[in-house]
């Protein structure tokens, strides 16, 4: 498959068009793994200043009192979405609900323990510790092996 | 009603109707009597029953799982103490079957364990972090083991030769200066750096136990078996205050 990539300055949100001879499975399959990827930025805000920032900047979504916020490294952000509208807004290989009120980004998980109560703490960067309900296990793993599988695929 | 409470409620009597059988079929059999006493039918298909929901407390984590476990676990005794009671144990033979129940317990904790731990490991290979401390922190214990060997083999030995060889009427040092000052200053401070550095490590107070215990047999007679204790147990408060100063410490500089 021949892959091009043009730049266009300016873009917020990277669009793909695929040119094909005919519509088959194994290109609707490509369409919706393309989809699947989520990589638009995530609008946040920082008082009245409205901002886009790139998923990856991003260590966690979290509920709290007042609403849903977004941590970075740097600082934290309040988002209009509610978690479920992150869901699907966020890239679900890297991001995954660990929590009833939690959605953490995978690529920056820097650390991982178990208590003798069985919780499960996460941390984050080094310095954010996110704990895991153990509800969510099999489906933090699921995202994981889906996104070891691709890794594969793509070797 | 969702999924899990049907499950749940159909583990409770399964285990309820099972208990009874026991009670009313095998309970005469073992006792050699002709018939099992209705409340002895009833004890046995309310512990069935705790046993059916035996699983249920481990559904949750933390705080939950704790509360939950420590719950069914005060339940159950009560119900099996009630049952053994009714079947003529008393005293000490009571007590211990109580802390045969306790066992079991802590073997089944211990294996709930060990599965959220592999689950750990897998999170961390695929993740694509180191593997981590051992299960238990043994290996990370295994350092503060030639202390744990002075403190309880060694000291007992010595100040019990030191007291033959003063030949002292009141022996001093293996009767009053080892158990109430050096076991638990030692078994303290020794848990307390093993916490700061490692956290919680449950083998080192249990390993305190256990070596101390042939010294009491050997040295002493079974009226010193709180000697053991009292180095267990400063060194299991000593690993507790260790960790949580250890916990405290890094979240003064921690972001939430």
């Known amino acids: 498959m021949e892959v091009e990539i043009r730049l266009e300055p300016g873009r917020q949100e990277p669009k793909v068009v695929i040119f094909a001879g005919g519509e088959s499975e194994e290109l609707l399959r490509l369409a919706e793994s393309l989809r699947s990827l989520a990589l638009g930025p995530i609008p946040v805000s920082r008082g009245e200043e409205k901002l886009l920032l790139p998923q990856e900047d991003f260590l966690r979504f979290y509920t709290d009192g007042k609403g849903v916020s977004a941590q970075t490294a740097q600082e934290t952000y309040a988002v209009r979405l509610r978690l479920y509208e992150l869901e699907t807004a966020l890239d679900n290989r890297r991001f995954v609900r660990i929590s009833n009120g939690e959605i953490i980004n995978l690529d920056r998980v820097t650390a991982i323990d178990l208590s003798l109560s069985g919780t499960i703490c996460m941390t984050l960067d080094g310095t954010v510790r996110s704990y895991v309900s153990r509800r969510y296990v099999k489906k933090i793993k699921a995202t994981l092996n889906l996104g070891r599988r691709n890794n594969h695929e793509q070797d | 009603m969702n999924k899990i409470k049907q499950v749940g409620l159909a583990r409770v009597l399964t285990g309820m109707v099972l208990g009874l ?18 409340l002895v039918c009833l004890l046995c298909a309310a512990l069935g029953g705790a046993a059916g929901a035996a699983t249920l407390p481990f559904a949750d984590d933390g705080k939950s799982l704790l509360l939950r476990s420590g719950i069914h676990l005060a339940v159950t005794a009560s119900l099996f103490g009630l049952l053994m009671a009714q079947l003529g144990a008393e005293g000490v033979e009571l007590l211990v079957w109580e802390a045969i129940l306790a066992l079991l317990y802590a073997v089944v904790w211990l294996g709930r364990w060990i599965g959220w731990y592999v689950e750990v490991i897998q999170l961390r290979t695929l993740l694509g972090l180191s593997p981590g401390p051992s299960p238990l922190k043994w290996r990370e214990t295994l350092p ?78 079974r009226t010193a078996l709180f000697h053991s204790v009292m180095a267990a147990l400063p060194a299991l408060l000593g690993n507790v205050m260790g960790w949580m100063y250890r916990r405290a410490v890094p979240k003064r500089g921690a972001e939430r």
């Open chain 2, 21 to 38: 059988m026991f009670g009313v079929a095998l309970v005469p059999y073992i006792m050699g009597v002709r018939n099992s006493s209705p």
């Open chain 2, 144 to 221: 503060y083991l030639p202390f744990v060997l002075f403190l309880c083999n060694g000291l007992p030995l010595l100040m019990r030769w030191a007291d033959h060889a003063v030949s002292a009427d009141v022996p001093v040092l293996s009767g009053l200066i080892l158990p109430y000052l050096l076991l638990p200053v030692g078994g303290f401070c020794s848990g307390l750096s093993l916490g700061k550095r490692q956290g919680v490590c449950p083998l080192y107070p249990t390993a305190c136990l256990v070596c101390y215990l042939p010294m009491v047999f050997l040295l002493f007679n």
